[in-house]
């Protein structure tokens, strides 16, 4: 399975790429509301490492795309690659780059880049499947990429993770119609089939915004790995892999 080098797989990532930056810009002028005192835009401060996440794993029409809600503080917001787990991102993945900070960091929230060594539990169980799955990890990029509805990680005064789903009704209005739209267009250029969407907020954003651009792509939930979830806590490994079972995923990685 050697990496394609030729140039129509290097423009789709830059194509990825470039309308990631596009919904970029559109949210950097969000207003900062309450319950939110600090905002970490990961396609900004780690943009190095996700441009190389990409650029390594973006070269093809996929299938299927994994999608996620928003960055984690210990995941995405540190590495720039959806849950992004630093071990896994540096070691499997061998995503590499620079990591700076992001313009108001949060004293609780430091960024510390890919040598983050604080545990992201949901990252290191969604890449901890997918590594027993495909040893390789181009095995499983051959037909799959994973993604985030929204890339931004928002912040509460106490550190505390505010989702999107808690912001204001106005600025959520505001902030899920971009990343929408962005959704869509991901879709529409990868060529998915399949959008497994990991937890239930992620499953019903991608079904309106790919109903509304009338995109007939089959979207599916998969339970998601946070350990907030108590059903996750209770073997989350042979539940998803089930539910990939099920899915025609695990035949799909297997050929």
């Not at 070269?59 to 795309?65: E, F, M, N, P, T």
């Not at 009704?169 to 971009?178: I, K, M, Q």
Request: aromatic share 8%; hydrophobic share 45%.
């Amino acid at each position: 399975m050697a990496e394609d080098t030729a140039p129509e797989a290097e423009g789709l990532a830059s194509r990825f790429l470039a309308l990631e930056l596009e919904q970029s810009a559109l949210l950097r002028a969000l207003p900062l509301e309450e319950p939110v005192s600090h905002v970490y835009n990961p396609l900004e401060y780690a943009w190095e490492p996700h441009r190389d996440f990409v650029r390594r794993y973006c070269r093809a029409a996929k299938r299927v795309l994994f999608l996620g809600m928003n960055p984690g503080p210990f995941g995405m917001a540190q590495t720039g690659v959806p849950f992004g787990e630093a071990w896994h991102v540096r070691e499997w993945l061998r995503v590499t780059g620079r990591v700076g900070k992001p313009p108001s960091e949060h004293p609780k929230r430091p960024v510390l880049g890919l040598e983050c060594r604080q545990a992201e539990v949901s990252g290191a169980r969604f890449w901890g499947l997918v590594r027993a799955l495909c040893p390789d990890p181009r095995r499983f990029f051959r037909h799959c990429f994973v993604h985030n509805h929204c890339p931004l990680l928002f912040v509460a005064r106490s550190g505390r993770n505010v989702t999107p789903a808690e912001l204001p009704p106005a600025l959520r209005a505001r902030l899920l119609a971009v990343c929408d739209e962005a959704l869509a267009r991901a879709v529409a250029l990868l060529g998915v089939g399949l959008v497994v969407a990991v937890g239930r907020f992620a499953e019903q954003r991608a079904r309106r915004a790919l109903a509304a651009a009338g995109l007939a792509v089959r979207v599916e939930g998969l339970l998601h790995p946070s350990p907030r979830n108590a059903r996750a806590n209770r073997g989350w490994d042979e539940l998803a892999k089930a539910r990939l079972g099920e899915l025609g995923v695990l035949a799909l990685l297997e050929e």
